[in-house]
Structures are given as structure tokens and as C-alpha cells.
């Protein structure tokens, strides 16, 4: 768990601008969905060097503290539930799926916030967005609750419980791909596993992107909708949001910021591996010195 965490705290700090890039576009919807390099480069040059890090403090917080609640609430159902059984690739996904829900369940205000901090000083393309003036993270939650409602704070749950399939859906392409591959070979290597897994990952993100565009736009909740001037954090039909989407857009509006997403999910699984096999390595090493030293 120690290494996941690490990995994934590791992973999110370097490909932090293009998760930047990719929640722009997935807000900002009168943006135009340029190529990620050039969407980052207009970033730096309206909003300084540092912009595309904007947030990052509380990103890692709560991706911290998630990590934290999936794992713990996964092993301690784990050790419920199978209570010294072995444990099935079934029983795994269902568990997974509660820590998934449980984790969401505690965990989005925190995403909200961070999501709203990340978003606070861009200039936006869209003139109905309403900035936000938060001073920290505190002051995100005083602000939030004072001015709508303490139910703000779990804005995009809906979308966030969909996407709790996504892992399964990344596993079943993972299993379905090693089938296809062990059929024309007896044993998988390293970098077959980690390839067969990075497709397996960009196939589910595909297939689940415009929920996670939905989510963003509810986490955000700072548009109006004209002309009555309503904020949109009030409004939680994910079906009607999708369809705005594409009735403004047509379908490529659901998939803005995928470029970015996608590369930031095959660049952090591969970091992670890598990450993983040095973390490994290391350990191995140290404890193979502490027992050449008992002997």
C-alpha cells in the first residue's frame, strides 16, 4: 500500500499541468480543444510559469486521504469478509466496489474544494462563470457552506458512485487482453503486463470520460444558467448536462480533455511501475544487507 501511495502522490505532482490542461477544457467549454502542449503554453503565458501547479497542495491532500480511506475500508472488509479464506477475484471486485463507494462518499467535499482552489485566478474563455475568491482550503469549506448550503460539498457524487465501475471496467479489458495474449505465448513479462495494463486503463478513461467531464462541471459549480442566473452547482441531472454537452458540441464536447487525461494516465502508470520496481528493488536490497550483516 505504501508503494501505491507513494507512486500515486509521486505520479500526480509531475503530471500535474496536464491534469490542469485537461480540467480546463472540461470546464471551460468555450475553449477551444487545442492540443495539450499549446493549451498548457496559453496557460503559462496569461496566467505565469507557475499556473499549471495552481492547486496542487490540496489536490495531494485529498488524493492522499483517499488513498488512505479506499485502502483502509478495502482491507478491513477484506479481513470481514473472507476471514482467513482465499480470497476470489469476484470477492476482490465487490469489495473494491464498496471501498470505491465509501471512499466517495467521504471524500468528494474535499474534492470540490480542491477542484474550485485549482480553478480560482484562470481566465476563462467563458464569460458565465462565476470566480471565486476562497483564501485556503478553510476558507473554501466556510465559503461553500455560507453561501450554498452544506449539500454543495458533495456536488458530482452521482457521477463519482458511476465511476467507481471504472476499475472493473479496466479489469475485465485487462483479463480479456492477457487471455488473448497467453494464447500465443506461455508466460507474460514485465512490459507486457504493463502494456496490456496501460491499454486496459485507456479504454475504461474512453468509456467513462464524459462522466468524469460531468463531475468536473458539478464539482466546479460556479456557471450560470442563463437567463435566470442560476449557479449549476445546484443542478444535478447528469443527463441533462450531458445532453447540453451535445447538443452544444455534439459528442466531441463529452470527450474535451481526453489528449491530456490520456496521457497523463499512461505516463502515471508507467511512472508507478517504475516507481514501484526501484521502491521493490531498494527494499529488497536493504533487507538483504541487514541479514548478511546477522550472519
Not at 469489495?95 to 470505491?100: S, Y
Request: hydrophobic share 45%; charged share 20%; proline share 3%.
Amino acid at each position: 500500500m505504501f508503494f501505491v501511495r507513494k507512486g500515486s502522490v509521486t505520479a500526480m505532482t509531475v503530471f500535474f499541468p496536464l491534469d490542469t490542461a485537461r480540467l480546463r477544457l472540461q470546464v471551460d467549454e468555450k475553449r477551444k480543444s487545442k492540443t495539450t502542449h499549446m493549451v498548457l503554453l496559453e496557460i503559462i503565458k496569461e496566467e505565469g510559469l507557475l499556473a499549471p501547479y495552481r492547486g496542487w497542495f490540496p489536490v495531494i491532500s485529498s488524493l492522499c486521504c483517499s488513498n488512505f480511506v479506499y485502502f483502509y475500508t478495502f482491507n478491513s472488509l477484506k479481513a470481514i469478509w473472507v476471514k482467513g479464506q482465499n480470497s476470489t477475484t469476484g470477492k476482490d471486485l465487490v469489495v473494491g466496489f464498496v471501498a470505491g463507494v465509501v471512499n466517495v462518499l467521504l471524500t468528494t467535499p474535499l474534492w470540490v474544494v480542491n477542484t474550485r482552489l485549482k480553478l480560482q485566478g484562470a481566465k476563462f474563455r467563458n464569460e458565465d462563470i462565476v470566480p471565486t475568491n476562497y483564501k485556503g482550503i478553510i476558507d473554501a469549506f466556510h465559503q461553500i457552506i455560507r453561501d450554498e448550503g452544506i449539500l454543495a460539498l458533495w456536488n458530482g457524487t452521482f457521477p463519482s458512485l458511476l465511476l467507481v465501475f471504472n476499475p472493473a471496467i479496466q479489469f475485465m479489458f485487462y483479463e480479456g487482453l492477457k487471455r488473448q495474449l497467453l494464447k500465443k505465448r506461455m508466460k507474460l513479462s514485465s512490459v507486457d503486463v504493463f502494456i496490456i495494463g496501460a491499454v486496459a486503463k485507456a479504454i475504461a478513461t474512453t468509456v467513462t470520460y464524459p462522466m468524469q467531464t460531468v463531475q468536473s462541471i458539478l464539482r466546479f459549480g460556479r456557471h450560470r444558467l442563463n437567463p435566470e442566473n442560476r449557479t449549476l452547482g445546484s443542478l444535478r441531472n447528469v443527463l441533462y448536462l450531458l445532453h447540453q454537452r451535445v447538443r452544444r458540441f455534439g459528442i466531441i464536447g463529452l470527450y474535451k480533455g481526453l489528449e491530456a487525461k490520456l496521457l497523463q494516465t499512461v505516463l502515471t502508470a508507467a511512472l508507478m511501475f517504475l516507481v514501484y520496481e526501484k521502491l521493490t528493488a531498494a527494499t529488497f536490497t536493504v533487507m538483504g544487507l541487514k541479514r548478511a550483516r546477522k550472519h
